[in-house]
């Protein structure tokens, strides 16, 4: 029984079997718990009950079965008579497919035989044909050949060379097609046929251009691609077209020994350079590109012409070069050192000079021609200063960098032109001129001119279409031109080093110059006027040019130039003022010292001035010359416009700095002279007044109001002689200054940490009535000062004084926690939480 048992607790049972359960094993038979030999015979006898019980099941169940397999077993016998039917009607059709599929074997490939038959004999058809008419060709261009008929003999070439090429050159058509006139192969006789027409139309093509006949010079020109020499006829094209240039060339090289002396004589002559070529385009091109294809004229004209005109543009600028003697003035600059500008404003050289008053012509500040303000104006080198070589005629230099600029510009509009013109399939603006040229014939531009809107589109050069293809188009003609090579020569080593020169010495004499007019309101001085005149002129120039790598240079050198002998100069001044006023400001009260007070105040008021509306000059010169509107008219696309921009917004500095210089020496000329004066208005303006007040004293107070009184006429003395002479801005930050410099002590004094009356230095003493006075005295200063500017910070200074003045107002009551329930209650406390018990402690 163990070993049935355990044979059949190995065999798995279906979960699914109606016997399921029975076949599961009672618990108490596992071996694993089994311990002793009365628990082994229990489970053995349970196992054999177990036993029984699933003989007795499987039993059952394979009585319950043998009905459903018998039932099973009858259906499946009575398919058998269909079974047999479907068997016999699979062979009859067995039998008439097998028929019908050799019939129809059969019937396709003779089908198949028949076709290709046909199509034997439909390209043997083709082929005698095309071998009819390539005799027949080949006859005809021979016999108009002969009889000089180019047009015939066109149509005939045009139809021998659209028969394929393997027809051309089989063996068929090497047999049939050859006769005793043409005994050669039927390819070399087409060929030859073809080198006469190419050799005619050239002759023919050539004397037309030279007698200016335009009906047959334009016949001729067409007829080279459809005879298959659209190369050659390109060379042709270009033949004539750079004999066109050359001619109008050697006129233009000629006038090169004239008129050398008339300003921009040779910037004249490059641009009629690059008008010929322009008018030769614009006729031209279309007419090219509709009988040669997209492009040809770009691949197989334009190099040539390009030759044509580097080779014209580098006589042209070789003579300029030798007769303007560039070379030799390049040197002079560079060996020029600016001693003017290294001693201008220093110490040494300010005592020995002397100042001009505008509309007076006499030297110093009226009165005083000794003054030491009449330094600031022309300081003159020092005796004992080394002597600086001849410089360049400044004029002189000017009018060559000018003529050098505007070539350059005319160069970079020629270029424009040519990425503008030198564009892929598909652009409007081709497509609009070939419908200009449609029905025009090839024109001589040497016999005639265009009309003016032509003439001035010409002019403008037409700005481009802004596409990577025209762009890659262009580059392709320029990148081996010599003049392009020439130019960016020019512009490097000798424009950028003589503007350098040129901004320098402009600048320096500019100083030289420099007339105080100590008579405008507010003061200025004709420096002003004259940098930024200069600087805006220089500017334009350097960016006319459009050239990108001598932008960059000269911008750099601008910014440099600006910031030193402009920026650096005005500031060295006005600490040269300082250093010859400082003895006399140092000196007791007197005569003196308020001379010297006058004519510090008129130096630094002035430059001051200068100072502010160069920053204001600066920007608004940058904002017009980086504007789209103006770059777009000088670079012909956004990424060229754009690094234009990105170098103009570098020069933004030069306006900071101005501003920053102008701060630094506003806040000097204010702590030297009217930061001492305002340490005593507060002590004056106090004198005998205090907040300790009775009702009476109250009454009294606001009867004679005193410190107000003399507030106001203390602070109108100190500031009297600024707002004329003040431009606004300067105004509004020097007032800033004086304002912040009266609150600020006035805090201290009432705090007891600075200078006070009333009970000294622990600070003023306020009774009720006094702390009411003193909120009319600051209000009615904040309300006098903020009167006298625009700026809406001069209230905002007064915001501590105001929550000192709300402090001291406070009943007794309140004494506790004021901080605390301001802050808690949202109020924005200025003042600490020490101050204001400092303040409550000023309370009597």
Not at 703 to 730: G, P, S
Request: aromatic share 8%; with cysteine; net charge negative.
């Amino acid at each position: 029984m163990a070993g049935k048992s355990n044979g059949y607790h190995s065999r798995p049972v279906s979960p699914s079997s109606p016997s399921s359960s029975l076949l599961t094993l009672p618990p108490s038979t596992d071996p694993c718990t089994l311990t002793t030999p009365a628990e082994v015979r229990r489970a053995l006898e349970e196992l054999e009950v177990h036993s029984a019980r699933v003989d007795e099941a499987l039993d059952a169940a394979i009585r319950s079965s043998t009905r459903r397999v018998q039932q099973s077993q009858e259906r499946i016998a009575s398919f058998a008579p269909q079974i047999d039917l479907l068997t016999e009607e699979a062979q009859v059709l067995q039998l008439r497919l097998v028929e019908a599929a050799l019939t129809s074997d059969r019937i396709s490939g003779a089908v198949r035989v028949l076709d290709e038959e046909r199509r034997r004999i439909r390209v043997a058809s083709e082929w005698v044909t095309w071998t009819q008419d390539l005799k027949g060709s080949l006859a005809s261009l021979n016999s108009a050949v002969e009889q000089g008929d180019w047009e015939t003999a066109t149509r005939h070439a045009q139809k021998a060379m659209t028969i394929p090429i393997e027809v051309i050159e089989s063996e068929f058509a090497m047999r049939v097609v050859p006769t005793t006139e043409q005994p050669l192969a039927p390819a070399q006789t087409l060929l030859e046929l073809r080198t006469v027409l190419l050799r005619v139309f050239t002759q023919k093509f050539q004397q037309a251009a030279e007698n200016k006949d335009e009906a047959e010079a334009s016949k001729f020109f067409k007829m080279f691609p459809l005879v298959g020499w659209r190369n050659e006829g390109l060379a042709a094209y270009c033949t004539f077209a750079r004999g066109m240039i050359r001619e109008k060339g050697k006129v233009i090289i000629e006038a090169t020994g004239r008129g050398a002396n008339t300003p921009l004589h040779h910037a004249h002559l490059l641009t009629a350079l690059f008008e010929q070529l322009a008018l030769l385009i614009d006729t031209h091109q279309a007419v090219v590109d509709r009988h040669y294809g997209k492009g040809n004229f770009a691949a197989g004209v334009m190099p040539g012409l390009q030759e044509e005109c580097d080779y014209i543009g580098n006589r042209i600028i070789e003579s300029w070069i030798e007769k303007t003697s560039i070379g030799r003035r390049l040197d002079e600059a560079r060996a020029f050192t600016f001693h003017f500008l290294a001693n201008l404003g220093s110490s040494n050289t300010a005592g020995k000079s002397s100042a001009r008053i505008a509309g007076t012509g006499k030297p110093g500040v009226p009165g005083r021609p000794g003054t030491p303000v009449g330094g600031f104006n022309r300081p003159s080198t020092p005796s004992n200063a080394p002597e600086e070589p001849q410089a360049p005629d400044g004029r002189e230099v000017d009018r060559l960098l000018t003529e050098l600029a505007t070539m350059a510009a005319r160069w970079a509009t020629y270029q424009r032109f040519l990425r503008g013109r030198l564009e892929v399939e598909g652009s409007a603006q081709t497509h609009a001129i070939e419908r200009d040229t449609e029905d025009s014939e090839l024109k001589d531009y040497r016999r005639g001119s265009v009309d003016s809107r032509r003439r001035e589109s010409l002019a403008s050069m037409v700005a481009p279409d802004d596409t990577n293809e025209a762009a890659v188009g262009a580059e392709k003609v320029l990148e081996g031109s010599t003049l392009r090579s020439k130019m960016d020569t020019l512009l490097e080593e000798m424009y950028c080093p003589l503007e350098r020169w040129y901004l320098r010495s402009s600048l320096e004499k500019a100083h030289r110059i420099d007339t105080a007019d100590l008579t405008a309101r507010p003061l200025t001085s004709s420096i002003l006027d004259d940098a930024f005149f200069l600087l805006r002129a220089t500017l334009t120039r350097i960016l006319s040019t459009a050239h990108l790598g001598s932008i960059s240079s000269s911008l750099r050198t601008f910014r440099t130039i600006a910031d030193e002998d402009y920026v650096q100069i005005l500031v060295r001044r006005m600490e040269t003022t300082w250093r010859n006023v400082g003895g006399a400001m140092a000196g007791p009260d007197g005569p003196r010292k308020e001379t010297a007070s006058r004519e510090m105040r008129t130096q630094f008021v002035l430059y001051l001035n200068v100072l502010s509306i160069s920053a204001t000059y600066a920007e608004r010169i940058l904002g017009d010359l980086s504007s789209e509107s103006h770059l777009s008219t000088l670079f012909s696309t956004p990424t060229e416009q754009v690094q234009v921009s990105s170098r103009l917004s570098e020069l933004s500095a030069l306006p900071n700095r101005l501003r920053s210089a102008l701060r630094t020496e506003l806040e000097h000329l204010f702590t030297h002279l009217s930061k001492p004066r305002l340490r005593s208005l507060l002590t004056e303006a106090y004198r005998d007044v205090s907040y300790s007040l009775s009702e009476e004293e109250f009454q009294e107070a606001e009867y004679q109001d005193v410190f107000f009184r003399r507030f106001t006429r203390i602070f109108d003395h100190l500031l009297a002689n600024f707002r004329e002479v003040f431009t606004e801005t300067n105004f509004e930050m020097y007032f800033a200054l004086c304002v912040e410099h009266v609150v600020r002590p006035w805090e201290r004094m009432l705090l007891g940490t600075g200078p006070g009356t009333g009970s000294g230095a622990g600070g003023m003493r306020f009774t009720e009535l006094g702390a009411l006075r003193f909120d009319k005295d600051w209000r009615s200063v904040a309300k006098y000062l903020s009167d006298q500017t625009s700026s809406a910070e001069v209230r905002d200074k007064f915001a501590r004084l105001q929550q000192i003045a709300y402090v001291l107002s406070l009943d007794e009551d309140d004494d506790e926690g004021i901080y605390e329930s301001g802050a808690s209650s949202g109020f924005s406390w200025r003042l600490s939480a020490s101050e204001v018990r400092a303040v409550r402690a000023l309370r009597v």
